[in-house]
């Protein structure tokens, strides 16, 4: 998924305010992100957040080589990677 994929999708699911929030994340180069496992959602996920937001996801995926195939191809940096 590249930037404009993502900003797609996202703009589609979520209010204006987050996807502006979502938006000036997408603009920040090297941004620090967590990639982290989770089943809050009832479905087994790896959500990708940036570091100094935790509970604002930017995506979630099935698996976590797709997440970090996502935060490469954001340009991000992994700060943290679970399971």
């Known amino acids: 998924m590249n930037k404009e994929q993502w900003l797609t999708s ?13 938006l000036k994340y997408a603009d920040t ?11 809050e959602t ?4 790896f ?9 604002f ?3 979630a995926f099935e ?3 797709e ?3 996502f935060c490469s191809e954001m340009n991000w940096n992994i700060v943290s990677s679970e399971r």
């Open 10 to 22: 996202f703009k589609e699911e979520c209010s204006t305010d987050q996807f502006l929030k979502a």
């Open 29 to 39: 180069p090297h941004l620090p992100v967590y990639v982290f496992f989770s089943d």
């Open 42 to 45: 009832g479905e087994p996920l």
């Open 47 to 55: 959500a990708v957040t940036p570091v100094k937001d935790m509970g």
């Open 57 to 59: 996801w930017l995506y």
């Open 63 to 65: 698996t976590k080589e």
């Open 67 to 69: 997440a970090v195939n």
